[in-house]
């Protein structure tokens, strides 16, 4: 009896240590690796796991993460983000927008949701581009009696946008759990990440519209005085980035390169950029490159953990649980789809976007691929279109609180006089517009999939 107890529950404990040992402020590698292995010998010592088992991780690592050429993209996607943080790209991109929208309602918020999508289509380093975005507009914003939480949200929902637009770190890893093309996942991400774009642009205008108190206009004069100096400085600020998206979407789009090799091209380009703006000096190679290093170590600490956890998990038994809990439940595909959704946002009110990916895709892409939704998306299509649902709602893991890290990133650089209270008003009404983006997702797949079918296949 008490062994049939530990086979049928030993798995459920271990994501019970899990969800109360990621609330310790342990680094996640550790606890992932930690349970791992803890729950490893625990299963040794009721006979269900044995201990020459421990010794098919590292070839798993190895094989699964060390040699895997998807994953190499990562380091080089980090890299062109943390170097265009430091190229002044965005800073001029900014003003530009600024000067073009002056005389719309809302022109300097929009001009931030504009910016934050170039900028998505450059870099998915979610840190860097909303602490960048905070520095250049939160203050410009402030000092022109924005409505503080219209701009903390605006900000926040923008500067999130580049973990759903390509070229995005989630996506690569998504690809790689769920062992399907990252270039479709791609192109499949792009429509989606415009759309929640242009619902955050229509939401600004009309409430802006509406308010004008909000968001008041920029002065008259802002900008150059003449027609040539215009057309000089909106060119100068938008073909570097636009440059940038090119080598690397199109790159992709036209089959002219790898995702991997994209990343390469877009590494370089970002090197170039810095150095025609003249900030490119071996001090900031020097801090980009050490900055890099860190946030992908980071990402591939946690890989490794991860690794050790769902191999455990799987051995003992965990895949059929999970099965067979759904089985009996008799949802059915749309049933299991709303749940898997719902416990992906819920769990993204406490954990970060890396750690629900690696926890949930292992556990539930064997059920994924068997989902069944008839007419409405073609069976071999289901798990790109899931990996987009879960992308598009794995963004409101950054803005919901207590702990989106998006709210803290910009806390730690917004001005004294911003409240973490108005921050957390302000994301409101952008969580409840990315869910509406995700239904639009879920009730028109081709929004996902008519791009990936039209060009890729």
Known sequence: MESFYIEDYLPLFMFAALGMLLFSGYPVAFVLGGIGLAFGFIGMYFDVFSFIQFFNIAPRIWGGISENLVLTAIPMFIFMGTMLERSGVAADLLHSLQVLLRRVPGGLALSVTLMGTIMAATTGIIGASVVMITLLALPVMVQRDYNVPLATGTIAASGTLGILIPPSIMLVIMADLLARSVGNLFVAAVFPGLILAGLYVLFIVVVCGFRPRLAPPLPADIGPGSRGELTVMVLRSFVPPIFLVF????????????????????????????????????????????????????????????????????????????????????????????????????????????????????????????????????????????????????????????????????????????????????IVPFVIIQLIGLGLVVAFPDIALWLPRTLLN
């Open 247 to 426: 080598l690397v979407l199109g790159s992709i789009l036209f089959g002219w390169a790898t995702p991997t090799e994209a990343a390469g091209v877009g590494a370089a380009g970002a090197i170039l950029l810095a150095a025609l703006n003249r900030k490119l000096s071996f001090h900031v190679l020097r801090e980009v490159a050490e900055r890099s290093a860190l946030t992908g170590g980071m990402l591939f600490g946690i890989f490794l953990g991860a690794t050790c956890f769902s191999y455990v998990f799987r051995a003992l038994g965990g895949d059929d649980i999970v099965i067979g809990t759904v089985e009996a439940m008799g949802l059915g595909s749309w049933g299991l789809l709303l749940v898997l959704m719902g416990l992906v946002f819920f769990l993204g009110f406490f954990f970060d976007w890396i750690e629900i990916t690696l926890i949930v895709l292992p556990v539930f892409s064997p059920i994924i691929e068997l989902l069944d939704f008839g007419d409405h998306v073609d069976k071999f299509e289901v798990v790109y279109w899931f990996a987009i649902l879960l992308a598009v709602n794995l963004q409101t893991s950054f803005l919901t609180p207590p702990f989106g890290f998006a709210l803290f990133y910009m806390k730690g650089v917004a001005p004294p006089e911003v409240k973490i209270q108005q921050i957390y008003k302000g």
